[in-house]
């Protein structure tokens, strides 16, 4: 018997509906209604597909009209049909009486409709390969969703020449920069292309195959894809060759072509009840982030970005000191997070350029063959360098074997790769200062990494300085200029030596207003001699104390020893901390810096640290632990991204985290991560956290970012998920004895009863549950690139944002065991 995939098209336009489908057909006048609560959607016979809305991004007001896996816990969508133009509450989606298939706004306007329906429609019907038609009198399928694909395309699919399928853009359904399609001349090519229009660039990929009359086929029986000659059903290229496909009788698939371009052929066990564990069987292309065009486009990351390459797929990023055009898009290209001039009035602008700019060197990197405007030979690297800070219109410079090639903004096709021979020297702010002006200047402080200056205040100073001296610079003459910048300067020196002779007051503690100075004799009393011990850390010593005629309690931790400097930088850590103000931060009171003595005072957390509370005798109650996970990540996002100055934690675990009376979440020990010495350090290297919650970049000599706490948080979350410790050598069992991987293998094969040891109250909240499982493995990513921010952690948590299933933490998996 022909099957359907070597079936002509005309042979299965023409096919009959079977007899038992007819219950389900929908009869002309029947309508679905966006946010109701009945009649939701059209259901295929065995129920395995639907037909209806699904909000977008767990909205209560945007809609989408589409088709999904229903008996998939996550609802996989398939097709959809107002990706660009979302439906609020109230819309309706009918089969019209005369036949036509609309979905119109709560106002009556036409939001979509289906077009080029070629009879007389008289009923629809959601088939069981995905497919919605609508059948004329003679069964003949005179529209179909399968002839118009999104980004998706399902087994028994056939794609005829000209046919496009579009990525759609991550964080929505509109369509995106990258595309499928099937040429009139019978080559399958993927290109990126121009928004809004959609303009096609030149391919990143193509099969070289030619033919009048071709086809894509999606195999229903083996679930291979292939392109085939309809004329005599010869195979031209198979384009899942040599691939382990599970079998469809055991395993969902659908080839999608994601946001970020990749052709993937995925498959999920059909039993499945918790969670949708799509995993990756086969994709396409191996290597595009070593694409270039030298003609157009803006490449596979955006103008001005780097594309790496993480398990076949690309990681998009920004140069040192640039920025996501779109923070929502890691797709939209980069621009400087400071002022790049270009020339003025014909002037060189290199005096400009060499007080205000450095160039530094990018790793294994390269913007191939684009932007370039000039060649010098031969040149030295230094030279190539201050060729490029002479120059105002130089942002970067590539140098290889004394060839010197200078490249204005925007630069292309960025990639990063290692044995890459050519240097990439990006011109980037000497001052290090972040933000544009008219904005006031300020300065993130990685306290892993603290900037020269021992004295913050001074920094800002002297940043802010450098953004007055650029605004001068930019908007005057050359003469102007250099008399401004000899004022600037000599001004800048008097004012260093009048401070170095003592001339200039300076507040020896900025934050003495707000934190009470205490001595050691006030410490020692209020500890009744340092007695109750609370805690130990690789900070020193927690002792509970009696402050005042009040009688209030409060925690003093003696700090055991300091960095080399430790005054200053006690001072400074001093001045970041006393500055921070959140209802989950752990609240300084006072210190105490006299003589070898450096002590800390902070309000008495009455209901101990989070390790005590989780790995305890009893199971903590659900909702509680689930507050207080929402909790820790708000007080991390503030140290992050709302605070004054820029906090990484570095050492965030349940020791670190206390609980109020009200079992508030509360972090501690933020700003002490530089005074911690080396060889403090709770882990068998010199890296600062604690074993078990330490990200991999400490051990790569990766830059230390936010990222390293992203980390951290994960597992932390997966100990408040599951009630047990992140390393527990103690259970017996090597497969469950490292937290984070037992975790996602529970993920995968949807055992998560087993993960939360049949805890009722989580089960009974399965789809929190399954969100906060999934909010974890996104931390714990093994590339730093992948994790999340922990405002978009937030956002996840609380269902403000889609949570999408995440990749294996180290690796991707290629191959699905059938």
């Known amino acids: ?157 056939i794609l005829e020449m000209g046919t496009v399928v579009s990525a759609r853009i991550q964080s929505n359904y509109s369509r995106g920069r990258f595309q499928l399609q099937l040429l009139t001349d019978g080559n399958l090519v993927l290109n990126t292309v121009s928004l809004p229009k959609h303009f ?28 085939q000659s309809t004329s005599n059903g010869t195979i031209l290229l198979d384009l899942t060759v040599g691939s382990t496909i599970p079998s469809t009788k055991t395993h969902y698939h659908r080839a999608t072509i994601d946001f970020n371009g990749i052709f993937t052929l995925y498959a999920c066990p059909r039993t499945t009840k918790t969670t949708s564990s799509w995993s990756i069987v086969w994709s396409m292309p191996d290597d595009i982030c070593s694409f270039y065009s030298p003609y157009e486009g803006e490449g596979i990351c955006g103008y001005n970005s780097i594309c790496k390459l993480v398990q076949s797929r690309p990681v998009c990023e920004c140069p040192t000191q640039y920025k996501l055009v779109d923070p929502n898009d890691i797709l939209s290209g980069c621009e400087p997070d400071f002022i790049l001039p270009g020339c003025y009035a014909n002037e060189s602008g290199s005096l400009t350029e060499t007080i205000l700019y450095r160039m530094d060197e990018m790793l294994d990197t390269d913007w191939p063959y684009t932007g370039v405007y000039q060649r010098l030979e031969p040149f030295t690297e230094i030279e190539c360098q201050n060729a490029c800070l002479d120059d105002c219109q130089c942002a970067v410079a590539n140098f290889l074997d004394g060839s010197c090639w200078k490249k204005s903004l925007p630069i292309r096709f960025g990639r990063q790769k290692s044995g890459l021979m050519v240097k990439a020297l990006i011109k980037v702010s000497a001052a290090n200062y972040t933000q544009r002006i008219p904005h006031p200047p300020s300065v993130p402080v990685d306290v892993n990494n603290p900037p020269g200056s021992s004295n913050p205040n001074r920094e800002e100073k002297d940043q802010g300085l450098f953004s007055v001296v650029a605004a001068v610079l930019l908007g005057s003459s050359i003469f102007f200029n250099l008399i401004f910048v000899v004022a600037i300067f000599t001004g800048v020196l008097m004012y260093h030596k009048m401070k170095s002779k003592g001339k200039v007051q300076q507040n020896p503690i900025s934050v003495e207003t707000n934190l009470h100075s205490f001595t050691y004799k006030d410490l020692e009393e209020a500890t009744d001699g340092f007695k109750e011990e609370l805690g130990r850390g690789a900070f020193g010593v927690v002792y509970k104390g009696v402050l005042g005629l009040d009688s209030k309690l409060v925690a003093v931790k ?89 906090i990484i934690h570095c050492d965030i675990k349940p020791q670190n985290i206390l609980l109020d009376d009200s079992y508030t979440a509360r972090i501690s020990d933020f700003g002490l991560a530089k005074l911690l010495m080396t060889d403090q350090s709770r882990t068998n290297t010199a890296i600062r956290g604690t074993k078990g919650y330490v990200a991999s970049e400490w051990f790569r000599h990766m830059p230390i970012t ?87 952690v937030v956002q996840m948590l609380e269902g403000i944002v889609e949570v999408y299933v995440p990749p294996h933490p180290y690796l991707f998996n290629q191959v699905v065991e059938t």
């Not at 022909?2 to 009959?16: F, G, L, N, R, T």
């Not at 990929?205 to 894809?225: K, P």
């Not at 998560?752 to 714990?780: F, H, S």
């Open 558 to 646: 003696k700090l055991d020893k300091l960095v080399q400097e430790g005054d200053k930088e006690f001072k400074t850590e001093l001045s970041v901390i006393g500055q921070t103000h959140h209802k989950n931060l752990v609240k300084l009171v006072g210190f105490c810096e006299e003589g070898q003595h450096r002590l800390l005072v902070y309000e008495f957390m009455s209901n101990g640290s989070l390790a005590s509370f989780l790995f305890g005798s009893s199971r903590p109650d659900w909702n509680q632990r689930t507050q207080i996970a929402f909790g820790i990540a708000r007080g991390l996002m503030y140290l992050h991204e709302e605070c004054s100055v820029q």
């Open 706 to 792: 936010v990222k390293v706490d992203v980390y951290s948080f994960g597992v932390m979350l997966l100990e408040i998920i599951c009630c047990r410790r992140s390393v527990d050598l103690e259970i017996g069992d090597d497969e469950r004895s490292i937290l984070t991987d037992w975790a996602y293998d529970c993920y995968r094969d949807g055992r998560l009863d087993a993960l939360v040891e049949n805890d009722m109250e989580a089960i009974n909240d399965i789809g929190r549950l399954e969100r906060l499982l999934k909010v974890a493995i996104w931390c714990i990513q093994e590339e730093p690139s992948l994790r999340p921010t922990m405002k978009k």
């Open 200 to 227: 096609a660039y030149d391919s990143y990929y193509s099969s070289n195959t030619s033919g009048s009359d071709n086809q894509l086929v999606f195999n229903e029986t083996t679930s291979t894809i292939y392109i």
């Open 1 to 157: 018997m022909e099957s359907d995939a070597y079936m002509p098209i005309d042979k299965q336009k023409a096919k009959v509906l079977p007899d038992y489908e007819t219950e389900f057909n929908v009869s002309l006048g029947e309508s679905l209604s966006a946010g109701g609560s009945s009649n939701s959607s059209w259901l295929s016979p065995s129920g395995e597909f639907a037909f209806g809305f699904q909000p977008i991004n767990n909205t209560a007001n945007a809609f989408l009209l589409a088709i999904w896996f229903d008996k998939i816990p996550e609802k996989t969508i398939v097709w959809y049909a107002n990706g660009d133009n979302p439906a609020p509450t109230g819309s309706k989606v009918q089969l019209t009486n005369d036949g036509n298939l609309e979905l119109n706004s709560p106002q009556g306007d036409v939001l979509w409709k289906a077009e080029s329906i070629l009879g007389v429609v008289t009923y629809g019907a959601m088939l069981d390969t995905g497919n919605f038609v609508l059948v004329d009198a003679n069964s003949v399928h005179v529209w179909e969703s399968f002839k118009y694909p999104t980004d998706t395309i399902l087994p028994t699919q």
